[in-house]
């Protein structure tokens, strides 16, 4: 039988790669209906995407430049989706 591997996803961008590990850290996801990424307000998920930033920074790029863009991206991002209506 044939197996194939998913492979990784390319991220093209420092601002893409901090918003893989936003995700995969669980401090933010995306709204369900509109994609939009949103902020789950989880200080230790925060902090778990910042001590991987600072351990694992992209090829090229400093554990310091690696960690600002994981908060400039934190920074864009809001609690609520803007296309969904208020409750």
Known sequence: MLMTKERPRTIRT???????????AGAIHECEEHGWARDRADPHARERAL?????????????????AEVRAVLETIGDTCPECLPE
Do not use: Y
Request: proline letters at 7%; aromatic letters at 8%.
């Open 14 to 24: 420092l601002r893409g790669w901090a918003i893989n590990v936003l995700q995969e």
């Open 51 to 67: 001590d991987f930033a600072r351990q694992d920074p992209p090829t090229g790029v400093s554990s310091d430049q690696a960690a």
